[in-house]
């Protein structure tokens, strides 16, 4: 059984840092791809972006709102992908979600962290 | 503003069928998979349907994917009062260079 569990979120004021963790098991995680999606209190689902695996260059794409200021990386020693996040806005508050990633879209997700940036 | 546009709200009663729809373009739906996922209150969203038609494994046939050009529709038949959720597609835009969600569809079931 897939497993994505996510840690790190917490509250955080505007210009800071945070990085968030997501642990993966039940899966190969060294030749899948993984993604996080991020979800604004009340709102829909917003992608952040993915990191592919080594085979296919261990790349990472980012959505426009947080190209520059996020940094996905993956570590397939110990199953783990990271959010690093900085220069943080109050518009990143939101729950970000961790998941797997099959022909570039989401399939199966974490249970998610809260990200609170706030004064 | 989403790029994928989807009803804000829909609803049936149980047993019925409903039918959710998302709007895309040529660089979205026009040339890419669409992907349905359902959320419900208080969880992390799952996946429904994968490349356009297709069902995880688990999820009941009662929930249909089709895509029609720059369009899509997810199809819930025999609705249940646990099918109340929010339901999203999305697809990867070529001109964003990312995967893009559709704003949301809030089902009732009356």
């Known amino acids: 059984e897939v497993q994505l569990v996510e840690s790190g979120g917490g509250l955080v004021k505007p210009g800071g840092s945070l990085r968030l963790s997501c642990v993966a098991s039940?899966?190969?995680?060294?030749?899948?791809?993984m993604g996080w999606v991020r979800q604004a209190p009340g709102k829909g689902l917003e992608w952040v972006g993915h990191?592919?695996?080594?085979?296919?260059?261990?790349?990472?794409d980012y959505a426009a709102p947080v190209k520059g200021r996020f940094t996905i990386s993956r570590d397939d020693s110990t199953n783990t992908v990271s959010l690093q996040m900085s220069t943080l806005k109050t518009e990143d508050t939101g729950v970000y979600y961790c998941?797997?990633?099959?022909?570039?879209?989401?399939?199966?997700w974490g249970q998610g962290t809260l990200v609170t940036v706030s004064s | 503003q989403s790029v994928l546009t989807q009803p804000p709200s829909a609803s049936g009663t149980p047993g019925q069928g409903v039918t959710i729809s998302c709007s895309g373009s040529s660089s979205n739906i026009g040339s890419d998979y669409v992907y349905w996922y359902r959320q419900l209150p208080g969880t992390a969203p799952k996946l429904l349907i994968y490349?356009?038609?297709q069902r995880p494994s688990g999820v009941p046939d009662r929930f249909s994917g089709s895509k029609s050009g720059t369009s899509a529709s997810l199809a819930i038949s025999g609705l249940r009062s646990e099918d109340e959720a929010d339901y999203y597609c999305a697809a990867w835009d070529d001109s964003l260079s990312g995967v893009i969600f559709g704003g949301g569809t809030k089902l009732t079931v009356l």
């Open positions: 039940g899966f190969t995680f060294s030749i899948t791809w």
């Open positions: 998941s797997t990633v099959a022909n570039r879209n989401s399939w199966s």
């Open positions: 990191i592919k695996n080594k085979a296919d260059g261990g790349t990472a």
């Open positions: 490349r356009n038609n």
